[in-house]
Nanobody
Framework: QVQLVESGGGLVQTGGSLRLSCAASGTIISQNAMAWYRQAPGKQREFVAQ???????NYADSVKGRFTISRENAKNTMYLQMNSLKPEDTAVYYC????????WGQGTQVTVSS
């Protein structure tokens, strides 16, 4: 069974950085399309970034140039490096397996203070 566990969230000031991790079990992330989504209070969940099995990446316009998605195959773990954080980046961040069945992690809270 697929399990995705996010970590690395927290409280950071505007302009700061965080790196989120998504540890996977029951699936091999390098063989799947994986993604990060986020959900702010009172808003719908929105796409942040994705990485394909071939390593191609795609980003939401709102994070392009600030966030970087990557994976470490040996650890079966995906990352989201977030730089130049803004208060509007505050949300619960979820990792997801988006190919061959959609699976979600439990989410990790990111709070950016102004």
């Amino acid at each position: 069974q697929v399990q995705l566990v996010e970590s690395g969230g927290g409280l950071v000031q505007t302009g700061g950085s965080l790196r989120l991790s998504c540890a996977a079990s029951g699936t091999i992330i390098s063989q799947n399309a994986m993604a990060w989504y986020r959900q702010a209070p009172g808003k719908q969940r929105e796409f942040v970034a994705q990485i394909t099995s071939g390593g191609n990446t795609n980003y939401a316009d709102s994070v392009k140039g600030r966030f970087t998605i990557s994976r470490e195959n040996a650890k079966n773990t995906m990352y989201l490096q977030m730089n130049s954080l803004k208060p509007e980046d505050t949300a619960v961040y979820y990792c997801a397996k988006i190919m061959g069945g959609v699976y979600w992690g439990q989410g990790t809270q990111v709070t950016v203070s102004s």
